[in-house]
């Protein structure tokens, strides 16, 4: 069965940077992954697409403070130079066996 | 510019129906499949349904399946969810969103979302 893992919680300071993990059910470490945010009262915000090779297609508008990376089963968010408003949950998607998988979330809290 | 409005939520008693709308403009509707997710409260996002172009190629989350059914009018721009036989676990915030068109299908344009409260 294909799961996504992240981490329930995550926290920065202002201005740092912080790296968020989307893990690969046993087995599935090719797959290629798409990132959200989602921020409160807010539709998602589709970020960009991490293939297994690390190579990332953003979406329109986002700026390069968010990137992505791959490295076997795990799928990577970084953010650069945190804002407040980047405060909010993040989430992991892919596709298999006809349907949409998401991970559980990440809920980023900047200090 | 891509727009994506959802409509049709409400208060519903368990064992009720609803169905949900989603209106789109600013791209070529028939070129594109389109999903339903939404989001329970206190939980994550949960993919929910979705129509290929052709209108009759359609797949379901297990939660759902046999109770809700996705539809699409091409000649409104619209997508819609029958939901069927609610439960107080189907309360939540309905997300309509555009599929990329590329693997892994993922969603690149959403809606602001319509609340669905199943509720006695």
């Known amino acids: 069965q294909l799961v996504l893992t992240q981490s329930p919680s995550a926290s920065a300071s202002l201005g740092a940077s912080v790296k968020l993990t989307c893990t690969l059910s046993?087995?599935?470490?090719?797959?290629?992954i798409a990132w959200y945010q989602h921020l409160p009262g807010k539709g998602p915000r589709f970020l960009m697409k991490v293939n297994n090779d690390g190579r990332e297609t953003k979406g329109d508008g986002i700026p390069d403070r968010f990137s992505g990376s791959s490295s076997g089963a795990e799928r990577y968010l970084t953010i650069y130079s945190l804002q407040s408003d980047d405060e909010g949950d993040y989430y992991c998607?892919?596709?298999?066996?006809?349907?949409?998988?998401f991970g559980g979330g990440t809920k980023l809290t900047v200090v | 510019e891509v727009q994506v409005v959802e409509s049709g939520g409400g208060l519903v008693q368990p064992g009720g129906s609803l169905r949900l709308s989603c209106v789109v403009s600013g791209f070529t509707y028939r070129k594109f499949w389109m999903h339903w997710v939404r989001h329970a409260p206190g939980k994550g996002l949960e993919w929910v349904s979705r129509i290929q172009t052709d209108g009759i190629s359609t797949s379901y989350a297990d939660s759902v399946k046999g109770r809700f059914t996705i539809s699409k009018d091409s000649a409104k721009n619209t997508i819609y969810l029958q939901m069927n036989s609610l439960r107080v676990e189907d309360m939540a915030l309905y997300y309509c969103?555009?599929?990329?068109?590329?693997?892994?299908?993922?969603?690149?344009?959403w809606g602001l979302g319509t609340l669905v409260t199943v509720s006695s």
């Open positions: 046993s087995g599935e470490s090719t797959y290629a």
């Open positions: 998607q892919t596709w298999g066996h006809d349907t949409g998988v």
């Open positions: 969103a555009r599929d990329s068109g590329t693997y892994p299908y993922y969603f690149d344009h």
